[in-house]
């Protein structure tokens, strides 16, 4: 079945980089668009970025626009967030989510990855 | 940025009672295709999101049928016909007509 896991959280200093992985399984990765999503502790869901199939577009927040890179290895099957430049508020659980067939928006997430930034 | 709006924000029901939730949105959701991009999300406490409803009024692949969706244009409401024990957590509609996505603040489900 769809499998997607994500890792690379941890607890960061401001200012500091951290990179994300979600590692899919299940599915034909390469033919399906991808997110990240996340939630900030006791908040609700906030779109991060979104990434074409082919990785040939690729689409921000504003919150994260300058900051965060989203990628993606279609031969490793693997969906990745570069976060520079952090700040406190990107503190967040972040989700990865797989995109339904032809659609953009999210049919499966992952379990998240949690992401504390704290001097 | 279009803005959702969920109502209420918590909802108290008894096992086997039907529950309501609105969700509107600040820019109609009706695409020129003829689809209109409006979705329910559920996150269980302690969980990741899981899909709903796609598109409406659609039932995703193993949701049961005491949940249907409604609405059009700006207005939306999510249906549980008898609500269980297993459906508690927060209930999020969200919009992909463009983006960036947004989603409604969440209702909070509870059982009495």
């Known amino acids: 079945q769809v499998q997607l896991v994500e890792s690379g959280g941890g607890v960061v200093q401001p200012g500091g980089s951290l990179r994300l992985s979600c590692a899919a399984s299940?599915?034909?990765?390469?033919?399906?668009?991808m997110h990240w999503v996340r939630q900030a502790p006791g908040k609700g869901l906030e779109w991060v970025a979104f990434i074409r199939y082919d990785g040939s577009n690729k689409y921000y927040a504003d919150s994260v626009k300058g900051r965060f890179t989203i990628s993606r290895d279609n031969s490793k099957n693997t969906l990745y967030l570069q976060m520079n430049s952090l700040r406190a508020e990107d503190t967040a659980v972040y989700y990865c989510a797989k995109c339904a067939w032809g659609f953009n928006y999210m049919d499966v997430w992952g379990k998240g990855t949690t992401v504390t930034v704290s001097s | 940025d279009i803005v959702m709006t969920q109502t209420p924000l918590s909802l108290s029901v008894t096992p086997g009672q039907p529950a309501s939730i609105s969700c509107k949105s600040s820019q109609s959701l009706l695409h020129s295709d003829g689809k209109t991009y409006l979705y329910w999300y559920l996150q269980k406490p302690g969980q990741s999101p899981q899909l709903l409803i796609y598109?409406?009024?659609n039932r995703f692949s193993g949701v049961p049928d005491r949940f249907s969706g409604s609405g059009s244009g700006t207005d939306f409401t999510l249906k549980i016909s008898r609500v269980e024990a297993e459906d508690v957590g927060v209930y999020y509609c969200m919009q992909s007509i463009q983006l960036p996505q947004t989603f409604g603040q969440g209702t909070k489900v509870e059982i009495k």
């Open positions: 299940g599915f034909t990765f390469s033919s399906y668009g």
């Open positions: 598109e409406v009024s």
